[in-house]
């Protein structure tokens, strides 16, 4: 009877250790479970300035039905509140599910001030941040003015914001996604330089709520830079690459030259660009790629000097980026 006694005790404490570590083992094995978010991204698909812009907007939602992102987002210079590209921002409203703007630098052309740009969009602010699935979205505007009176083109991020970004990193309790239309990184913003000493500052202390990557357009290159630690990668334009006046070649019909006056001046691409990236915690970061060629002459075959052999094609190339979580 005591021996049964025995049996018996051992063999419950045996069942208490395995619920013990199987419960432990089940909870390491969540906590380790990575965290991903997947989201559409295209870049200055420029309405006023192509004549397909309606076609390249509809490729990139239909595609957004088999890509299935948590979120879609576009990274600015889409176009303004002018009427007769409302076309437009109505193909971008048709998307059903969680969608933001970046506000580029043509956002404001045609004498439209920020305020009629925001207001167009149905955003507060030109600045601002969003969550999804264990990840903290920051979006920057790259529009700042140094001084008051200054005229033309930003690329500044001023005091009002960056200290609000500092307030963001800090608030932040997982790891940080950063979108601007003008980048951070080497081609970036003015004060860029300053910007990376904030994060790298950041990234210094942080354990759980790390900077990744800022995705940025305005360039119309296709380049990655790990500055750091920090990604910095710039997302082709949906559509072309600037050429400028004095570079100027007829590409399309003698009707689309008179009505896009400013076309002949792009050397564009055939198709679309855009891309889907999922970011994991495990510490990659994965971006599909999409290749097109250039309507008409490319741009060295009129004159232009490309300086970036490497950086401006009529591509968005596959990457998988590797960070440390």
């Known amino acids: 009877m005591k021996n049964h006694f025995y049996i018996f005790r051992g063999a419950a404490c045996l069942f208490i250790i395995f619920l013990f570590f199987g419960s432990l083992l089940s909870t390491t094995s969540f906590a380790q479970k990575a965290q991903k978010v997947k989201f559409g991204l295209f870049?200055?698909?420029?309405?006023?300035?192509?004549?397909?812009?309606?076609?390249?907007?509809?490729?990139?939602?239909?595609?957004?039905?088999?890509?299935?992102?948590?979120?879609?987002?576009?990274?600015?210079?889409?176009?303004?509140?002018?009427?007769?590209?409302?076309?437009?921002?109505?193909?971008?409203?048709?998307?059903?599910?969680?969608?933001?703007?970046?506000?580029?630098?043509?956002?404001?052309?045609?004498?439209?001030?920020?305020?009629?740009?925001?207001?167009?969009?149905?955003?507060?602010?030109?600045?601002?941040?969003?969550?999804?699935?264990?990840?903290?979205?920051?979006?920057?505007?790259?529009?700042?003015?140094?001084?008051?009176?200054?005229?033309?083109?930003?690329?500044?991020?001023?005091?009002?914001?960056?200290?609000?970004?500092?307030d963001e990193l800090a608030k932040a309790k997982t790891p940080i996604v950063i979108f601007s239309h003008q980048g951070l990184g080497k081609d970036g913003v003015d004060n860029s330089a300053d910007i990376r000493a904030m994060l790298e500052a950041h990234n210094a202390k942080a354990k759980k709520n790390k900077i990744i990557a800022n995705f940025y357009g305005h360039i119309h290159y296709d380049r990655a830079d790990n500055i750091n630690g920090i990604w910095y990668v710039c997302i082709n334009s949906m559509s072309y690459k600037w050429l400028g006046e004095e570079y100027g070649h007829v590409r399309y019909s003698e009707q689309i030259d008179k009505d896009f006056k400013w076309i002949k001046y792009t050397a564009p691409y055939k198709d679309p660009l855009y891309t889907v990236i999922e970011i994991s915690t495990k510490g990659t970061i994965s971006i599909s790629g999409k290749k097109s060629e250039w309507v008409g002459p490319a741009p060295e075959k009129v004159g232009f000097p490309v300086q970036n052999n490497e950086y401006e094609v009529p591509e968005i190339r596959a990457r998988i980026l590797k960070f440390k979580p």
């Open 43 to 166: 870049t200055d698909v420029h309405v006023p300035t192509m004549h397909d812009a309606k076609e390249r907007l509809m490729a990139f939602m239909d595609s957004m039905k088999t890509a299935k992102p948590d979120f879609i987002i576009e990274l600015g210079d889409f176009g303004t509140p002018a009427p007769k590209y409302a076309y437009g921002f109505e193909i971008w409203k048709s998307y059903a599910g969680p969608k933001y703007q970046v506000i580029g630098n043509h956002e404001m052309d045609g004498g439209f001030s920020l305020q009629q740009a925001l207001a167009y969009r149905g955003m507060p602010s030109s600045y601002y941040s969003f969550q999804q699935n264990g990840f903290y979205f920051i979006v920057l505007d790259g529009n700042d003015k140094k001084t008051p009176d200054v005229k033309g083109y930003q690329q500044y991020i001023g005091e009002k914001q960056l200290a609000w970004l500092k």
